[in-house]
């Protein structure tokens, strides 16, 4: 009799233990989030980091997850089938090869930028053209690799325009993306760098000595697209349209950039 008492007892802590880890189960598979891979260019981490609070916060099935650098270096890792649902660039050039190698299946223009010079905040330097970065006071100069870097092709192009890209060859410091060459600027390793202006409104350690003219550089575009091979269309073509509302547009604009037309 205590036998099948026993045996009765477990069989009420299995069945009990069973429906009980049952609403776990339940529970774990309602909580898994659908994971959107944002491949993004290194000067919108400050907008998209918080644009992202926002949208989870909205969304709360959603688990954006950022991968920051050059948009060159970005174009390749697409290029060579990195997994990526969407793509932020910071040059038309990047997002039109992919668009041309059938990588993108919708892309629009979303934000525009400037081009500036920073100095570290100590500075006593007074900059009225880039041409003075021949100077003996500037010894390094800070640019993002033209290869890969926007942000550094928008630089060679300004120097070449004023003829002094070449002179400039032994001062110039090359980094992988414009928030190194803004480090290189605040650490002291670099006396000037060419950065966009809303990575120099981030750090108190720069200030923009001058604002780099239009005219010497190609438009500098940011556009957005959806990777035609992610496996998440409907969700990354959500955040997509999200990027593009009044919402998102304002934290943009706070952080220094402007709307595409």
């Known amino acids: 009799m205590f036998k099948k ?3 009765i007892i477990m069989s009420v802590f299995l ?19 659908t994971e959107i891979i944002v491949s993004a260019a290194a000067s ?33 890792q697409i290029e060579q089938g990195a997994p990526a649902d969407l793509f932020f660039s ?23 930028n400037q081009l500036v010079l920073v100095v570290p905040v100590s500075s006593k330097t007074k900059i009225t053209s880039i041409t003075q970065l021949t100077d003996k006071a500037f010894k390094k100069v ?3 690799q033209p290869e890969s870097v926007p942000a550094g092709q928008y630089a060679q ?25 803004l480090s290189y600027v605040e650490t002291g390793n670099a006396d000037a760098g060419f950065v966009y202006k809303t990575d120099a409104l981030t750090s108190a350690k720069v200030k923009i000595a001058l604002t780099v003219g239009a005219h010497v550089h190609k ?5 957005v697209g959806i990777v035609k091979e992610s496996d998440h269309q409907a969700e990354a073509k959500a955040f997509y349209n999200y990027v593009q509302t009044k919402a998102a547009g304002s934290i943009f604009t706070s952080d220094g950039f402007s709307l595409a037309d």
Do not use: C
């Open 5 to 7: 008492l026993a045996v």
């Open 15 to 33: 069945v009990s233990g069973a429906s009980a880890a049952t609403p776990g189960l339940e529970v774990q598979a309602a909580a898994k989030k």
């Open 44 to 76: 919108l981490q400050d907008s998209l980091d918080k644009i992202a609070v926002q949208y989870e916060k909205q969304h709360p099935d959603i688990d954006l997850v950022f991968n920051y650098g050059a948009s060159g270096t970005l174009q390749k």
């Open 90 to 112: 910071a040059g038309d050039k990047q997002m039109k090869a992919l668009v041309d190698g059938g990588l993108i299946s919708e892309s629009r223009q979303l934000l525009k």
């Open 142 to 144: 800070a640019v993002g």
């Open 157 to 181: 192009q300004s120097l070449t325009a004023k003829k002094v890209w070449d002179t400039l060859q032994s001062k110039l410091v090359f980094a992988k993306d414009v928030r190194q060459v």
């Open 219 to 223: 438009a500098i575009n940011y556009p």
